[in-house]
């Protein structure tokens, strides 16, 4: 079976232009969730859907950043306009059911902001 | 959300069995534990879940105490492979905002 499919694996930008993470959750899984990882912050919450409704957003960092879920199979993190300390991984994930602990996670997108 | 806490680090041979105590004194009623691990370069992994006692998998075993303020995650027979990042997180497992991940435990396994 496919996992959570993260595209692209690796973006270098420049200060100012939009960036646009995709996400393809599991097939059946309704909920999926949007993390970033640094060196200095960890694992960070950003976002989370259920059922392709966002339920939480207070981890998204600034107006910066917005997340769309227009179905069950796709999501999209958009950082628009990027800064050099948007410079992370970027994780998805996905879980079936409600909320049954066990989050699948992607690969990740490793942006780079110059 | 109940506040963890499990150490930074911690060295272990291969073979040898490893465990990792996560500290959680304000754990709720309806909270569940969790374990994660993370490959360098990979997105985290679950490995395993309980409310109390004991569970186990293929992978490893937790224990939860009867007070569960505390959980042990325990790998038995480590091989170097092993070495990855290990996170509790402790939450109601009905909220999405629950799987805040805390720094974690740096298990590094050596020959």
């Known amino acids: 079976d496919a996992g959570v499919i993260q595209s692209p694996r690796h973006e270098v930008t420049e200060m100012g232009q939009e960036v646009t993470l995709r996400c393809k959750p599991i097939?059946?899984?309704?909920?999926l969730f949007w993390y970033r990882q640094t060196m200095m912050r960890g694992l960070e919450l950003l976002i989370y859907?259920?059922?392709?409704?966002?339920?939480?957003d207070s981890g998204m960092p600034e107006d910066r950043f917005s997340a769309k879920m227009p179905n069950a199979s796709f999501s999209t993190l958009k950082i628009q306009p990027s800064e050099p300390r948007d410079s992370a991984v970027y994780f998805c994930?996905?879980?079936?059911?409600?909320?049954?602990?066990?989050?699948?996670f992607g690969e990740g997108s490793r942006l780079t902001v110059l | 959300l109940a506040k963890t806490t499990q150490p930074i680090s911690m060295d272990s041979y291969e073979g040898q069995e490893v465990n990792i105590t996560c500290s959680h004194n304000?754990?709720?009623?309806?909270?569940?534990i969790t374990w994660y691990q993370q490959f360098p370069s990979q997105g985290p992994r679950f490995i395993i879940q309980?409310?109390?006692t004991k569970v186990t998998n293929e992978v490893a075993s937790l224990f939860i105490p009867a007070d569960r303020k505390s959980s042990t995650l325990s790998l038995p027979r480590v091989s170097l492979s092993d070495t990855a990042v290990y996170y509790c997180?402790?939450?109601?497992?009905?909220?999405?905002?629950?799987?805040?991940f805390g720094p974690g435990t740096r298990l590094s396994v050596l020959p």
């Open positions: 994930a996905s879980s079936q059911g409600e909320y049954t602990g066990e989050l699948f």
């Open positions: 097939s059946g899984h309704n909920s």
């Open positions: 859907f259920n059922n392709n409704v966002p339920i939480d």
């Open positions: 304000n754990i709720a009623t309806n909270d569940y």
């Open positions: 309980g409310y109390k």
């Open positions: 997180l402790v939450g109601d497992i009905n909220y999405g905002q629950n799987f805040v």
